[in-house]
């Protein structure tokens, strides 16, 4: 076994890690076990992942049932292409996500991940419409303050001003209406869904789908907004026949306190891209559901089948992975403990809304976000974790947290105790 000296040189040497430097890396952490709400680092050091490794560890790290359905599936076959062959993981995958899916999202297409999830997506709103002989209906609508991915296709529909605004010259241009602003638990205002209204009436005849997160807009936001815009913008889809897409990567299998946050409006969409939670996140693995309409429309027009085919689509391993963590939900209290995360996360971080340096807290199920003024840098972020044994990693102007659903209560009380210290700029300049 290679030393924690050892694994940080070459690390240091070869490894480029996302969104950082290779002359001026943040700090690293060798890791070598993981389980529960826990990371166990080289040296002996436990961090609480206070992040469910970006929001996908929803039954906790190294789940005994999820590993030894990846070690059960690996004993028959790893890997076998989706074209020409099909197998059980994958059909008892399909059906348990059809059961569970809101409205008659029936139709499976399997993916990589969640950025090839949301480009399927598109590619199924744009065919659709040119199925139905509509040929100037070849781009995409969605608000600003989204974020769906960083392939190319996936950028192109985040907002222009975001985190992958530097490749605006790569990208095919979208339309845009303006963020919603209604909070979720407050009051809708009508005139809030005037620029989408706007939007849909003027380029009508050149969208093919509306994209968006449901009800909260994730990376380029951390923003919860009202339910009541998800309800009108299905009913201005239908009136103008545009396919309407809902990206649930992160927030779909229970992370807001619903399955999928769609059922907050009550309404389904025509297309729903789902990852991260899919699999539990032990292996990397996404879906696009959709509807008899639209994949017949699709199956029916002129190239008579879905122009996609990933390598790896429906990977026997993630989809056996995929069918025991769809069955964990079933087998344990969820919405409970999410709620339990929720309330407790209500009145641990309150307080700090009277803190000057604080702009806003926001929380719903397992998300909790504290807006600052400013983050401290990351070597100040590498001594907090240190010294509290909690992983945290602020980006933006967010400070935020969404812990495995099994999280335990004195892990919470540790998590929101480290986040208060970062609020409070406890570990600021030291």
């Excluded at 996302?18 to 166990?40: F, H, K, L, Q, W």
């Excluded at 339910?227 to 309407?244: G, N």
């Excluded at 729903?272 to 959709?290: E, F, H, Q, R």
């Amino acid at each position: 076994m290679m030393s924690a000296e050892a694994i940080l040189a070459l690390d240091r040497k070869h490894v480029w890690h996302p969104y950082d430097s290779m002359t001026n890396p943040v700090p690293v952490n060798p890791v070598v076990r993981a389980e529960g709400c826990r990371i166990t680092l080289a040296d002996g050091t436990t961090l609480v992942d206070a992040l469910s490794s970006w929001w996908c560890v929803c039954h906790g790290h190294n789940h005994p049932a999820l590993t030894e359905a990846i070690r059960r599936q690996s004993e028959k076959f790893n890997q076998v292409m989706f074209a020409g062959f099909t197998h059980e993981p994958a059909v008892r995958l399909a059906e348990l996500l059809s059961e569970a899916a809101p409205g008659d999202l029936d139709r499976v297409f399997f993916a990589d991940s969640g950025s090839v999830a949301v480009e399927c997506a598109a590619k199924m709103a744009v065919q659709y419409q040119l199925a139905r002989g509509r040929r100037s209906r070849t781009r995409m609508a969605t608000v600003r303050g989204g974020y769906h991915g960083d392939t190319a296709g996936a950028m192109a529909l985040c907002d222009p001003e975001g985190m992958n605004r530097l490749f605006s010259g790569l990208l095919v241009q979208h339309f845009f209406a303006e963020k919603p602003t209604c909070r979720f638990d407050g009051v809708f205002a009508e005139e809030d869904f005037a620029s989408i209204e706007e939007l849909i009436r003027q380029r009508e005849g050149e969208i093919a789908g509306f994209i968006l997160e449901p009800i909260f807009q994730g990376a380029n936001a951390m923003n919860f907004y009202h339910p009541e815009y998800l309800r009108k913008l299905r009913a201005l889809c239908d009136r103008y026949d545009i396919v309407l897409v809902f990206d649930e990567v992160a927030t779909g299998f229970g992370r807001l306190g619903k399955f999928f946050a769609a059922e907050f409006a009550g309404v389904a969409p025509d297309v729903m891209c789902v990852g991260k939670g899919l699999t539990g996140g032990s292996i990397t693995l996404s879906a696009v559901l959709t509807t008899g309409r639209i994949a017949d429309a699709i199956s029916r027009g002129e190239e008579g089948r879905f122009m996609h085919g990933p390598t790896f689509m429906a990977n026997p391993l993630a989809c056996a992975a995929g069918v025991v963590s769809l069955e964990l939900f079933k087998q344990y209290d969820w919405a409970g403990a999410v709620g339990r995360i929720e309330s407790k996360f209500r009145e641990g971080l309150a307080p700090l809304r009277n803190l000057p340096q604080v702009k806003d807290v926001r929380v719903l199920g397992a998300v909790a976000v504290v807006e600052l003024e400013s983050l401290p840098t990351y070597e100040e972020m590498q001594r907090m974790v240190r010294s509290t044994g909690v992983w945290l990693r602020p980006f933006g102007h967010w400070l935020y947290s969404m812990p495995p659903f099994v999280i335990q209560e004195e892990e919470l009380s540790q998590v929101i105790s480290a986040m208060r210290l970062v609020a409070e700029g406890s570990f600021r300049g030291k």
